[in-house]
């Protein structure tokens, strides 16, 4: 069973910013390439982030701009920064890890990101 742990999430006021983190196994992240997801309620699950394991990454465009995605295998963590939030970001956060076609393969429990306006 592959655990990934997120956190970071919280509630802050719109134009706010926060970090969140992916803790994953070493052997996952030195593997897989990582990404960021989200769902709202009442909407499916949708891609923020991913980043590819030479480094590579691609944003949703709804977040080009005001979010970075990062890994530091070192740390066996996956960050996602994001900046100047909107309530619109409000939505569970996810990480996962993806397989070489790209498609999610392992989740985490996922974090609330909460944006008041």
């Known amino acids: 069973q592959v655990q990934l742990a997120e956190s970071g999430g919280g509630l802050v006021q719109a134009g706010g910013s926060l970090r969140l983190s992916c803790v994953a196994p070493?052997?996952?992240?030195?593997?897989?390439?990582m990404g960021w997801y989200r769902q709202a309620p009442g909407k499916q699950r949708e891609l923020v982030a991913d980043?590819?394991?030479?480094?590579?990454?691609t944003y949703a465009g709804s977040v080009k701009g005001r979010c970075t995605i990062s890994r530091d295998n070192a740390k066996n963590t996956v960050y996602l920064q994001m900046n100047s939030l909107k309530p619109e970001d409000t939505a569970v956060y996810y990480c996962?890890?993806?397989?070489?076609?790209?498609?999610?393969?392992?989740w985490g429990q996922g974090t609330q990101v909460t944006v008041s306006s």
């Open positions: 070493g052997s996952i992240l030195r593997t897989n390439g």
């Open positions: 996962a890890a993806k397989t070489p076609l790209g498609r999610p393969a392992y």
């Open positions: 980043i590819t394991l030479g480094g590579r990454t």
